[in-house]
């Protein structure tokens, strides 16, 4: 979603905590410290490129007016057709990146660089140096925005004051590659005055060091598989592509797990427990434990906003709400025939094995040597889904006519 790498991001976070952290745990006050927590998002989404911080500050404003709109149509006649609205107000910057890329990306940047230049020449001097970047992490931001919006409509929080918006939408941890925060994963921690704890400093920076290490200690050596999708002649046999197609598997996984381990890390240096990303999920043997395993941010705001409201736990609405989730899932990614091709794969998947567990139970003392070959199964079938992120659609055929001959 960048031009540059985004280590250069948790890089610059990372020398700078040297000076928040203990400013962090010294002030007495919690408007200082949520102060501390936006400025120190503001700098590092300014050293990226002055265009995208004036960007997130309109939108972060825009949540802003909108949550308090929630509050004020929720108990109005028609309040669902209100927050479905609102809620849409949200997702428009998102939906208009993604489906008119084209000329939404060169806008964005063009628009944005005069707004900074008129309001400041010297740093529009500045933002025109930088490269033409996409919205970087506006996927995340925006499902943190409705997250809020859905959560302020159902009373679950209050509105934020301006201070506390101002804190959780520039939170520096989960600013470039997520993961979906949750407010209420950092609401108590904004009021209270933290105490250092030092098992909490220690398993942050254990926890950074694993990131770096699953990024540029095992990311980086499989890195050379990302071209399994750009080789335009079958000049291989399909053993050599489903290998090459495994190891760009765990290319994907270490190096987006890495780097969510640096988010979560960083965030528990300064004593925020965020909920982990993953959890193993190229072991697990079957389409459920897999996706409530992988980017588990984005599958519990998939789950608890769009599973649960479509009747996910009814059994006569399973299926649908199955095939909406992971949908929202999909398209995340990017709307395109290719991911809904890929939405559909994994409910079939999802759908196939629910009804199948539901008239054939899996036992708990199941052979080793099953539990093995479930997972090799299911691995199999994942990476069958992997061009689908990758490829567009005109290319897909080729591509899996390699994988068979």
Request: net charge positive.
């Amino acid at each position: 979603m960048l031009d540059s790498d985004p280590f250069l991001y948790f890089s610059d976070l990372l020398v700078l905590m040297v000076v928040v952290v203990p400013l962090y745990y010294v002030a007495p006050w919690a408007w200082f410290r949520q102060l501390l927590l936006g400025l120190t998002g503001v700098y590092l989404t300014f050293l990226i490129a002055p265009r995208l911080l004036a960007f997130y500050v309109l939108f972060w404003l825009l949540v802003y007016v909108l949550q308090h709109a929630a509050r004020l149509f929720r108990d109005r006649r028609f309040s669902w057709l209100w927050t479905t609205l609102l809620i849409g107000l949200a997702l428009a910057p998102m939906l208009t990146w993604k489906l008119f890329a084209d000329w939404s990306v060169p806008e964005f940047n063009i628009q944005f660089n005069a707004l900074v230049d008129w309001l400041n020449p010297w740093v529009g001097s500045i933002d025109r140096v930088r490269s033409l970047i996409l919205p970087i992490g506006l996927s995340f931001a925006t499902f943190r925005a409705v997250d809020q919006l859905i959560k302020v409509r159902l009373e679950i929080v209050e509105p934020l004051s301006p201070l506390r918006q101002f804190s959780f939408a520039f939170f520096p941890s989960v600013l470039v590659i997520g993961p979906v925060i949750e407010y209420t994963e950092i609401e108590s921690g904004l009021a209270t005055k933290p105490r250092w704890d030092p098992q909490d400093t220690l398993a942050g920076i254990l926890t950074v060091a694993l990131g770096a290490i699953k990024v540029f200690g095992i990311a980086y050596v499989l890195r050379g598989s990302q071209g399994v999708f750009g080789t335009s002649t079958s000049d291989g046999s399909p053993l050599e592509y489903w290998l090459e197609l495994a190891m760009y598997a765990w290319y994907f996984y270490f190096n987006f797990s890495g780097f969510s381990d640096m988010a979560i890390g960083s965030a528990r240096i300064l004593g925020y427990r965020l909920a982990p990303n993953f959890n193993n999920p190229y072991l697990k043997t079957n389409p459920q434990d897999f996706w409530n395993s992988w980017h588990m941010s984005l599958t519990r705001f998939a789950q608890r906003n769009v599973f649960v409201p479509m009747g996910g736990m009814r059994a006569r609405t399973q299926y649908l709400a199955i095939v909406a989730t992971m949908m929202v899932i999909a398209l995340w990614h990017d709307v395109s025939f290719s991911l809904l091709i890929f939405g559909a794969y994994h409910s079939a998947g999802l759908i196939g094995h629910r009804w199948w567990i539901a008239r054939h139970p899996v036992p708990a003392d199941r052979p080793l040597v099953r539990r093995v070959g479930a997972n090799v199964l299911f691995f199999a079938f994942y990476l069958l889904s992997l061009p689908l992120l990758s490829l567009e659609l005109s290319s897909l055929l080729d591509f899996y006519g390699r994988l068979l001959w």
